[in-house]
């Protein structure tokens, strides 16, 4: 059992920045794949960014890419995300969440393939 608790969201102004943070309890978090995904209102939950269990390879959606880093200290057991140059469409609740990877090389985009979230956080991006 994996327990993800997000931090860091916040109103920011277009062009700012901000850190989210997910610490997972358990000690097993290094074998896990984790991922961030967002929901804003009335749309669905879509994929940001992921990072494999052993911390190689990151894979990021389209409308992220270049601005946001995933980044992972497994000392810590803990996920950030480095938001940069946010814009007005990156408002949404973010949440953090964790794939068994069972010693696995793919990391899932898919939010149906993950087995533990946070309860979210609020990231609102002021015009």
């Known amino acids: 059992q994996v327990q993800l608790v997000e931090s860091g969201g916040g109103l920011v102004q277009a062009g700012g920045s901000l850190r989210l943070s997910c610490a997972a309890s358990?000690?097993?978090?290094?074998?896990?794949?984790m991922g961030w995904f967002r929901q804003a209102p009335g749309k669905d939950r879509e994929f940001v960014a992921a990072?494999?269990?052993?911390?190689?390879?990151?894979y990021y959606a389209d409308s992220v890419k270049g601005r946001f880093t995933i980044s992972r200290d497994n000392a810590k057991n803990t996920v950030y995300l480095q938001m940069n140059s946010l814009k007005s469409e990156d408002t949404a609740v973010y949440y953090c969440?964790?794939?068994?990877?069972?010693?696995?090389?793919?990391?899932?985009?898919?939010?149906?393939?993950?087995?533990?979230w946070g309860q979210g956080t609020q990231v609102t991006v002021s015009s």
């Open positions: 990072r494999a269990w052993s911390g190689g390879s990151t």
């Open positions: 969440a964790a794939h068994r990877s069972y010693g696995g090389l793919r990391v899932p985009i898919s939010d149906k393939e993950y087995d533990y």
């Open positions: 358990g000690r097993t978090f290094s074998t896990y794949n």
